[in-house]
């Protein structure tokens, strides 16, 4: 067995969820405990994201068969964000084979801010990871499709496949974005000339701009993320999304990298993948049990929502998700 090969149903993460009242007390817990949390602040560069109600608070458990749990304003939709990223991965993983996507894209660490120049000029080969800007839009110039048009046709139904419902872009923030883009365009610029973007640079940003325009609520993530967490398979749907195998290295790069240079720290308490975006949400799967969602726009210094992190430390552990404990065999 190489280690490409398709995970084998007797090497796979398995588990459950706790019951359904059990999962209920516990995101309404989770929901009273930090709903006056009050740290934070709304992330202002894209300046239509400055408009968001910092009091906007929603969470969403799903299991990988579609049950899903939700408190306060998990249905109130906002952009995506960086959220997309792990998703249009997924997608270049499937087009290309894992092996190539992380060949071309990098798959470790920066330890840096998500939007750094540094970080890509610190590689000698100019890749870092497809869930930091510069690796995210070099992993937007991967998927497949000839122009703009056809490159976001497939993002927008891969995603849309992912959440099991047609997505829409937010046209306002898009157009806020891209009149204020001009950091992630010398990203672009300076990927092609380290040979790692792989279409036109202006074409990609605008791609990926409007991949991070793309609405959704804490629900729609937490059935993208049981999507990731149940082998690809949406739990609505029924669909195959993307293959187990894609799904694997999706989660072993959330687990690295997803919340930028707080990606220890968060892995030190929450032992999970996760990913976060500017507008506030975040994604944390918890592989073969399904995903916790929350929205909540204030970020703190490195741009993770400041909520959303406390709500997953306390849930992680509650839940039972938290990847690294064990006990003693003889007490089991
Ligand atoms: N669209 C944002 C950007 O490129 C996404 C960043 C994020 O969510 N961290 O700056």
């Not at 490409?4 to 059990?22: D, H, I, N, Q």
């Not at 997608?91 to 996507?101: D, F, P």
């Not at 629900?219 to 195998?245: F, I, K």
């Amino acid at each position: 067995m190489n280690s490409s090969s398709t995970p084998t149903a007797r090497f796979v993460s398995t588990g459950t969820l706790p019951g359904p009242e059990e999962i209920r007390s516990l995101v309404e817990a989770a929901y009273e405990n930090f709903r006056e949390e009050a740290g934070g602040k709304l992330a202002d560069y894209i300046p239509a994201l400055a408009e968001a109600d910092p009091s906007a608070f929603g969470i969403c458990v799903a299991n990988t068969r579609g049950h899903a749990f939700m408190v306060g304003e998990a249905a109130e939709t906002f952009s995506i964000q960086s959220v997309s990223k792990p998703f249009v991965f997924a997608l270049v993983c499937e087009a290309l084979g894992a092996a190539e996507a992380a060949t071309r894209l990098g798959v470790d660490a920066t330890g840096l801010p998500f939007n750094s120049i540094m970080a890509m000029e610190l590689r000698t080969d100019g890749t870092s990871n497809p869930l930091v800007n510069a690796g995210a839009i070099a992993a937007t110039s991967l998927i497949p499709g000839f122009g703009a048009d056809d490159r976001w046709h497939h993002v927008r139904q891969g995603l849309s496949r992912f959440a099991g419902r047609e997505l829409a872009c937010d046209e306002h923030v898009y157009e806020s974005e891209a009149a204020n883009n001009q950091r992630n365009a010398g990203l672009a610029h300076l990927l092609r000339g380290h040979g790692r973007l792989y279409c036109d640079p202006d074409e990609a940003v605008e791609v990926y701009t409007r991949q991070c325009a793309l609405l959704v609520s804490a629900r729609d993530l937490a059935l993208m993320g049981a999507t990731l967490a149940g082998g690809g398979v949406h739990p609505l749907t029924g669909e195959q999304v993307v293959s187990a195998a894609t799904c694997q290295r999706v989660l072993a790069v959330m687990a690295t990298a997803g919340l930028y240079e707080r990606s220890g720290s968060w892995l030190y308490d929450v032992g999970l993948p996760g990913k976060s975006g500017v507008s506030g949400g975040i994604l944390t799967i918890a592989p073969g049990k399904g995903a916790v969602a929350t929205f909540s726009p204030p970020l703190d210094a490195a741009g993770n929502s400041v909520r959303g992190q406390l709500v997953m430390r306390f849930l992680s552990e509650r839940l039972g998700l938290n990847l690294f404990i064990s006990a003693p065999a003889a007490h089991l």
